[in-house]
């Protein structure tokens, strides 16, 4: 699986910004995926995630509320919808494709960096205050 993550740019606080991961491989449809975000000299922050069906989602407590992720299978893309974007949302974000397909543990394992075998280059998100 390959994944290339766009739609990251300048925005100001308050505003929205949606991010795109398009993905290559026939496996994509049967992976579970998540978004990451991070800052110079920090680690890699899970940001949110969604089950290889798409019906089941989760959030970061710091975007719970403002963010939403989706899925098209068809179109082999998941989606991040962010809105109410804070300054403190500024960061490279990257999405990732679960190691495991048809992962029922999925839903206890989606934070964990580790649990993802494939990563997107990276779009950098900038909130402007």
């Known amino acids: 699986v390959q994944l290339q993550a766009s739609g990251g740019g300048l925005v100001q606080a308050g505003g929205s910004l949606t991010l795109s991961c398009a993905a290559s491989g026939r496996t994509f449809s049967s992976r579970g995926m998540g978004w990451f975000r991070q800052t110079p000299g920090k680690e890699r922050e899970f940001v949110a995630a969604?089950?290889?069906?798409?019906?089941?989602?989760y959030y970061g407590d710091s975007v719970k509320g403002r963010f939403t992720i989706s899925r098209d299978n068809a179109k082999r893309t998941v989606t991040l919808q962010m809105n109410s974007l804070k300054v403190e949302d500024t960061a490279v974000y990257y999405c990732?494709?679960?190691?495991?397909?048809?992962?029922?543990?999925?839903?206890?394992?989606?934070?964990?960096?580790?649990?993802?075998?494939?990563w997107g280059q990276g779009t950098l998100v900038t909130v402007s205050s």
């Open positions: 990732a494709a679960d190691s495991r397909t048809f992962y029922s543990g999925f839903q206890y394992s989606y934070k964990i960096l580790s649990e993802y075998e494939y």
């Open positions: 969604l089950s290889w069906s798409g019906g089941d989602t």
